[in-house]
């Protein structure tokens, strides 16, 4: 059985029909979604699965209480040493779900960093992800640091200085630095 890591934007709280569908494709194949307990996109898929009773599911918190598991599915609970509460903080439980995911399933805005995040560090390790990146309603395979390239080409270059402060997509990516405006 293989196990997919959901993640997405925060500011993605609805599932459109085209993400409902692939999810379908997911249940049927009775793969196990590993999935966080954030509002926005995570919310929305757990919302989404408690209404199809699919009992499949890991969701990862951090720390010792959830803050969503509608369908009261299993639970891992991620401890860290950090004190504030910030994205390297909740990235923690990011890391561990694409360690053990053999693929990604990302809902992305093309403005959050730890959703590119996801993909990139699942790219890192060679799995393939798939995206529905918002802003051109479309999906997305990536499978690799080239593939992640062509999809930042959408991105607003204000947005990716930010991704390259952020995240250091210009160093991880080693390639297309000039091509993707990081000047």
């Known amino acids: 059985m293989s196990k997919v890591f959901f993640g997405g934007s925060r500011k993605m709280g609805r599932l459109n ?14 793969h196990l979604i590993l ?29 010792d209480v959830c803050r969503n598991n509608i369908g009261k599915w299993k639970t891992r609970n991620v401890h860290s ?10 990235s923690t439980k ?3 779900m694409g360690n ?10 093309g403005k959050s960093n ?10 890192e390790h060679n799995k393939k992800v798939l995206v529905y990146f918002s802003p051109t309603k479309s999906f997305y395979t990536v499978e690799n640091k080239q593939d992640v390239s062509k999809l930042l080409e959408h991105c607003d270059p ?3 200085r930010k ?18 405006n990081f000047a």
């Open 17 to 30: 029909q085209a993400v409902r569908g692939r999810t379908d494709n997911i249940i049927a194949n009775g």
């Open 35 to 63: 999935l966080g307990d954030a509002n926005g996109a995570d919310k929305a898929m757990q919302r989404y699965l408690a209404e199809k009773n699919y009992r499949n599911v890991l969701v990862f918190c951090m720390g």
């Open 81 to 90: 040493s950090r004190n504030k509460k910030d994205f390297n903080y909740y």
């Open 94 to 96: 990011d890391v561990l």
């Open 100 to 109: 053990e995911a053999d693929y990604g399933f990302m809902l992305w805005d």
């Open 114 to 123: 730890g959703t590119l995040n996801n993909i990139l560090n699942l790219c």
């Open 158 to 160: 204000d947005l990716l």
């Open 163 to 180: 991704f390259d402060r952020v995240l250091g997509i210009s160093t991880r990516l080693h390639s297309r630095q000039q091509q993707l």
